[in-house]
């Protein structure tokens, strides 16, 4: 089926470690955001990228990287995990203009820092 | 910067009723979209509806209507005769019209929706 898959749905760190969330969509969609969610704040938008080979900061970037190689594929990046990133990530995919579509997410990434 | 902003963080309905959900959003553009996605439980997001700002006529999808106030940008969300699985939580979403680099989807805090039976 067409969509967004994130991987992984779960995962714990400790503190100081690194990990890579990988988002991968197969609509051919120009644009991809990365979020994370937390109780009471909504959606905070971290990076987002309009095009293969570029991203911009969102809201919250501070601790993350991103990288966009592939138009289909979008990465998120912890360098050194800190408990405040504790939170739950989601990917979503749209087109460039929301004339040709609406936005598609992923089933989100639940992350753990201890 | 655009902004949204639901100044309801709970609300409570009893089924078979009516509830709404206010959403206000801050914008300089005169092109741009307006959702209501729902996250149940499962944590899977769900488009419930979508306004486009150059249409006067409110959006309708069976039970979910919206309040579409574009001077006083309020954007609010009319559920009817409620279900249990209408139980949630409701984001309202702001999406420029235009391309380019400053095109984000941009979420408001929330709304979590219980129903009563």
């Known amino acids: 089926n067409a969509g967004v898959t994130q991987t992984p749905k779960f995962r714990v760190l400790k503190t100081g470690q690194s990990m890579t969330l990988l988002c991968a969509q197969d609509?051919?969609?120009?644009?991809m955001y990365w979020y994370r969610q937390d109780p009471g704040m909504g959606l905070r938008l971290i990076h987002y990228?309009?095009?293969?080979?570029?991203?911009a900061k969102g809201e919250v970037p501070d601790g993350y990287n991103v990288s966009r190689l592939k138009k289909q594929n979008f990465l998120l990046g912890l360098e050194s995990a800190a408990p405040s990133q504790t939170s739950v990530y989601f990917c979503?995919?749209?087109?460039?203009?929301?004339?040709?579509?609406?936005?598609?997410f992923g089933q989100g990434t639940r992350l753990t820092v201890v | 910067a655009q902004t949204v902003t639901q100044s309801q963080p709970e609300m409570s309905v009893q089924e078979a009723e009516t509830v709404t959900l206010s959403c206000t959003y801050d914008?300089?553009?005169?092109?741009?979209?307006l959702f209501w996605y729902k996250q149940p439980p499962s944590r899977q997001m769900i488009l419930v509806i979508r306004?486009?700002?150059?249409?006067?006529q409110n959006a309708t999808e069976n039970r979910f209507s919206v309040n579409f106030q574009k001077a006083a940008k309020s954007f609010s969300l009319k559920i009817s005769d409620s279900q249990l699985g209408d139980a949630a939580m409701y984001f309202c979403?702001?999406?420029?019209?235009?391309?380019?680099?400053?095109?984000?989807?941009?979420f408001g805090t929330g709304t979590l929706l219980a129903v009563q039976p």
């Open positions: 979503a995919s749209t087109p460039a203009l929301v004339t040709r579509g609406e936005a598609f």
């Open positions: 609509m051919n969609h120009e644009y």
């Open positions: 990228s309009v095009g293969e080979g570029t991203t």
């Open positions: 914008t300089s553009e005169s092109d741009y979209y």
């Open positions: 306004q486009e700002a150059y249409k006067q």
């Open positions: 979403a702001y999406r420029s019209g235009y391309g380019g680099a400053t095109n984000k989807l941009i």
